[in-house]
T-cell receptor, first 113, second 112 residues
Framework: EDQVTQSPEALRLQEGESSSLNCSYT??????LFWYRQDPGKGPEFLFT???AGEEKEKERLKATLTKKESFLHITAPKPEDSATYLCAVQGETQGGSEKLVFGKGMKLTVNP | DGGITQSPKYLFRKEGQNVTLSCEQNLNHDAMYWYRQDPGQGLRLIYYSQIVNDFQKGDIAEGYSVSREKKESFPLTVTSAQKNPTAFYLCASSTVGRETQYFGPGTRLLVL
């Protein structure tokens, strides 16, 4: 069974204090790993898709990396507006045609000014 | 603007009542999904559809039903058989294949 574990569950940073969020996964044949940002009471907003080990993607202060067992979301010099819950999800080899994503529980980031 | 809309934003259900959540997309995506989100848990798949007039159960389909009569629409009915319906419901869509799923704004269902 595909599984995703995110750590830490919550993280508090001071503005400008860089850090990394971890997403560990077990999946039978990775087809894609996805990062989303979710603000309270809203739907997840897509950030990145990573397909193979060694791949990296960047967007503003965020950088996502992928190995065969985990992904990291690096946040450089965060600002208070980066405060949100960050979700990680994997898509494994399809079973009966499903495009199902398996999600972790999320990581709540708070950036204090 | 292309996107996914969900309505209503808040929905209240009485005991024994069926309620329907709306999901519409104008992204021309073939696949649509319904997820349930509870505090402290990851999103869980309720139902998905990859083509009009066809849909499959996800991990937690009991107490829910769906239809897919149009490519743009994928409504979810929460039936009276669902004993713990209070949650945040999210609709998503994607192209079929190894593609990203895009989410709507969500509907919060509360029980009176």
């Amino acid at each position: 069974e595909d599984q995703v574990t995110q750590s830490p569950e919550a993280l508090r940073l001071q503005e400008g204090e860089s850090s990394s969020l971890n997403c560990s996964y077990t999946v039978s044949g990775l087809r894609g790993l996805f990062w989303y940002r979710q603000d309270p009471g809203k739907g997840p907003e897509f950030l990145f898709t990573l397909y193979s080990a060694g791949e990296e993607k960047e967007k503003e202060r965020l950088k996502a990396t992928l190995t065969k067992k985990e992904s990291f979301l690096h946040i450089t010099a965060p600002k208070p507006e980066d405060s949100a819950t960050y979700l990680c999800a994997v898509q494994g080899e399809t079973q009966g045609g499903s495009e199902k994503l398996v999600f972790g529980k999320g990581m709540k980031l708070t950036v204090n000014p | 603007d292309g996107g996914i809309t969900q309505s209503p934003k808040y929905l209240f259900r009485k005991e024994g009542q069926n309620v329907t959540l709306s999901c519409e997309q104008n992204l021309n995506h073939d696949a649509m999904y319904w997820y349930r989100q509870d505090p402290g848990q990851g999103l869980r798949l309720i139902y998905y559809s990859q083509i009009v007039n066809d849909f499959q159960k996800g991990d937690i389909a009991e107490g829910y039903s769906v239809s897919r009569e149009k490519k743009e629409s994928f409504p979810l009915t929460v039936t009276s058989a669902q004993k713990n319906p209070t949650a945040f419901y999210l609709c998503a869509s994607s192209t079929v294949g190894r593609e990203t799923q895009y989410f709507g704004p969500g509907t919060r269902l509360l029980v009176l």
